[in-house]
C-alpha cells in the first residue's frame, strides 16, 4: 500500500485494485512552504516574552490592529502570548444560539506566539467571536491555539461550566511550531466542565508541524483534573502532529473522569497526518465525528502518518493505560461522509492491562471510503491476566471498505478471564482481509448483512473458531484447501428473511479426484436456512471448474463439491431420407433428440455452428429456429454441426440420401447372355445399393424375388450376373433406402 508525496502533487493512497482513493487537496510540503513565506514577511524568528491581553468591555467591530484594544497597549507580534479573559465577552444572541457577537477582528496579516482564550465565566453568561477578514492570514506559533483553563481558586471549586470561543471568517488561521498545541480543555475538579472551540464558520485551517491535538487532556490530576473539550474544525483542514505521542488526543484523564463526551468534529475537507491518534483513553468518553454544519454536504476526511505513510497506532476506546475501576468509550462515526484511512495498527476497544471490572469500549463506523491497515483488532484484552474486558465494534456499510493486510482479530485475548467481545457487522460494505482470528474472549462475532468478506486465508480455526457467523444475502469469498478448513465457526445462522447467500472460491487445488469434496466452511451448530447458501464463482482452469455447495450434516461442514467441466457429447448420427429434388430442412430441437445431445455436467447444450456448406459444396445456414439446406437433393450428402455447453464444444453430422419410393427401379441399360448366365448393367445413385429381383410373368399379380444385391459406383454405374437365370426372366432393380 504505497503512498507518496512530492512538493506541489496531491497525496495517494491505492489499496488494491477493486478500492478506490480519496486524495488531499493539500500537500503538507507546499503548505509549510506557503507557512515560512508567511513567516518571512510577517515577523522574524523570535521567543515569546509577554502576555497581550484583549481589553476592549464591549462586542463590535474591535480590530486587532487598534493598539489601545490591548494591554499593555501595542500591535500584536510573534513574542506576544494573545489572552482572551472574562473581559468584554459577548452575551449569546437572540434564540439561545451558542455564538456570541463578533467582539474582536483580525484585520490585518499577523503573527503571535500563541492565541489563548482563558475566560472563567459560562457560555451563558458571554462568549469571545473572533472574525478574521477575507484575505487575512493570522499566524500562530509556539504557544499554539486553545480554549483553556483550571477555575479551581484556592481549593474553592466552583460549579460545571461551557467556556465557549468562536473563530469564524473568510480567513485563514495558520500554525506551524513543533512545540505549538491545538487544544481545549477546561476544568475545576467537577464532572461537567467544557472547554469549546468552534472554528466551523471559518474557511481555512492549516496547523502543519505543530506539536499535538490536544482535546479533554489531563496529564496529571493536578494540572487539569476532570479535563474536558470540544473542537469544530474549520472549513479546510491539513493537520501535520509531530509531537509527542499520541499526537491526536482526544478524551484521557489520569484523574477522575469528566462525565461529558469529548468530541472532535471535523469539516468539510479534512486531512490529518498524525502517527498516533487516540480517542476514549483513561476514564473518558470520547468521539470523532463530521460537524453538524457540513452533514448533507458530502464531507470527507484522509488520515495519514505525519510523513503521509500509515500512521503507527490508531487506537478507539484503549483502557490500557489506567488502573482504575472506571470504564472508557471511544466512537469514530464517518457515516456522514467519506474516509480515507491508513494505519499499521487499529485497535476498537481494548481493556486495561490490571484486574477490574472497567471496560474499553470502541465503535468505528463508515458508510463510504476506505480504512486500510495491517492488523485491527475489535475487542481486546490488554494482558493474559487482565479481567478488564475490551469491547469493539465495527460497522463497514454501504460503499465502505475495510482492508487488512495481516490479520483481523476479534475478541483478542489469551483467556476467557476478560468478557471481551469483538462484533464486525458488514452491511452491504466490503471487508478484505488476508486472515481473520477468534481469540480467547467472550465472544467473537460476525455479521455480513447484503454486504461482502473477502479473506484470502482463514476466517478462525478448528481450536479458536469465531463464536457466530450471522449471514442474510451475504456474499463471501473464501480460499479452498485440502489441509485446513477456511473458515471455522461456532454457530453459523442464517437469519430469518435471508434468500441467498453466495460463496465465491478465490483459490482451489488442482483436481486429485472427480468430484472432489473440500470443507470450506467448519461450524459446531447451526441455525436458520442453510439451502440458502450457492456456489458463486469458482477460480479459473482448464478445462474450467464446475462445482456445488453441499450442508454435510454429519460432519457440521458446508463443503465444496467440485469437478473439471466435461465437453457435451452427441450420441447418434443422423440420417434422413428425402425425396429427389426436394430441398430439407429440420428444427434444432428435433435434431438435439434424434441425435441424443447431452451433458454430464447438466449444462444446457445448444447449437453453435451449422455448415457453412455440405460435403458437395450445398450452403448450410439457419433461420427462425431450423436448419436449412439450401439446395434439392439429388445425391448423398452431409454437412457438420458443432454444439456447446456454453465453454465446451463437440462436432457431428447429419447425412441426407435421396429417397426412392417403394418398387421404383434403378434404370437397367444393358443385358448381356453368356452361356447359361445373364449380366445385367445399369445407372442409378452414386454408392447407393439396389435389390436385383427376378419374375418369370409381367401378368399381375407379379411376383418379383429378390436374387442379389448390388452397389453402384462413385459414376452410378453397376453390373450384376445371374448365374441361373429361369427361361423366361424379367428383372428389376430396386434402390434401397
Known sequence: MPAHCNDGAIFESRLNPDQTIMKSPFSPFRVLMILSAALAMLAPSVTRAANRVWNVGSPGSNTWSTIANWNPSGTPTITDTILFTNVGVSSIVAGGATVGATNNVVDQNLAVGALLFTQTNDFSVGTHTTLILPGVNLFVGSGGLGINNKTNNNGILFGSITNYATITGHGTLLMTNASGLLQASSANGQSRTMAILDMSTLDTLLATNISQVSIGFSSSATTMPRAGGTIFLAKTNVIVAVGTSPQVIIGDNTGNGNSDECIL?????????????????????????????????????????????????????????????????????????????????????????????????????????TVAASTVEIGATASGTAT??????????????????????????????????????????????????????????????????????????????????????????????????????????????????????????????????????????????????????????????????????????????????????????????????????????????????????????????????????????????????????????????????????????????????????????????????????????PNRTNSVERTTSLTPPITWTPIGTVTNGPNGLWQFTDPSPTSPAFYRAVTQP
Request: aromatic share 4%; with cysteine.
Open 388 to 685: 478488564s474486558a475490551g469491547v469493539g465494534t465495527v460497522n463497514v456499510n454501504g460503499a465502505g471498505i475495510l482492508s487488512v493486510t495481516n490479520i483481523l482479530t476479534l475478541a483478542s485475548a489469551t483467556s476467557t478471564t476478560a468478557a471481551t467481545r469483538g462484533t464486525l457487522n458488514v452491511v452491504n460494505g466490503t471487508v478484505w482481509a488476508n486472515s481473520m482470528a477468534a481469540g480467547a474472549g467472550l465472544k467473537s462475532t460476525n455479521n455480513v448483512i447484503a454486504g461482502t468478506l473477502v479473506v484470502t486465508n482463514t476466517a478462525g480455526t478448528l481450536a479458536a473458531p469465531i463464536t457466530a457467523l450471522n449471514i442474510s444475502n451475504a456474499t463471501l469469498r473464501l480460499a479452498a484447501s485440502q489441509t485446513t478448513t477456511n473458515m471455522a465457526v461456532g454457530l453459523l445462522n442464517v437469519l430469518t428473511g435471508s434468500t441467498t447467500n453466495v460463496i465465491n472460491i478465490s483459490s482451489a487445488p488442482a483436481i486429485s479426484t472427480d468430484p472432489m469434496v473440500i470443507p470450506i466452511v467448519s461450524y459446531s451448530a447451526s441455525s436458520g436456512n442453510l439451502g440458502t447458501l450457492g456456489l458463486g464463482a469458482l477460480p479459473a482452469a482448464t478445462p474450467a471448474y464446475r462445482g456445488y455447495l453441499s450442508n454435510d450434516t454429519t460432519h457440521s461442514t458446508v463443503d465444496l463439491v467440485y469437478t473439471t467441466n466435461h465437453p457435451p457429447t452427441i450420441a447418434n448420427i443422423v440420417t434422413n431420407a428425402v425425396d429427389p429434388g426436394l430441398t430439407w430442412k429440420i428444427a434444432i430441437p428435433a435434431l438435439a433428440t434424434a441425435a441424443g445431445w447431452g451433458d454430464a455436467d447438466g449444462d444446457t447444450v445448444t447449437l453453435s455452428q451449422v455448415g457453412p456448406t455440405s460435403n458437395l459444396g450445398t450452403s448450410v445456414t439457419t433461420s427462425g429456429g431450423f436448419i436449412l439446406y439450401n439446395g434439392t437433393v439429388n445425391a448423398e450428402d452431409f454437412f457438420s454441426y458443432v454444439v456447446t455447453d456454453g465453454t465446451l464444444t463437440a462436432t457431428n453430422k447429419v447425412y441426407l440420401e435421396a429417397a426412392v419410393n417403394p418398387g421404383q427401379t434403378s434404370n437397367i441399360t444393358a443385358t448381356n447372355v453368356v452361356g447359361g448366365s445373364i449380366t445385367l448393367a445399369g445407372a442409378g445413385i
Open 265 to 369: 468534529y471535523l469539516g468539510q475537507t479534512n486531512s490529518i497526518y498524525a502517527d498516533n491518534i487516540a480517542l476514549g483513553r483513561q476514564k473518558q468518553t470520547a468521539r470523532i465525528a463530521f460537524g453538524p454544519a457540513f452533514v448533507g454536504s458530502s464531507p470527507s476526511v484522509l488520515i495519514r502518518g505525519h510523513t503521509a505513510g500509515p500512521m503507527v497506532l490508531w487506537t478507539i476506546g484503549d483502557n490500557n493505560s489506567s488502573g482504575s475501576s472506571t470504564s472508557c468509550s471511544g466512537i469514530c462515526d464517518f457515516s456522514a461522509g467519506t474516509i480515507d484511512a491508513l494505519a499499521t495498527d487499529i485497535v476498537v476497544g481494548r481493556g486495561e492491562a490490571a484486574s477490574s471490572a472497567a471496560t474499553g469500549s470502541g465503535t468505528l463506523t463508515f458508510n463510504s471510503g
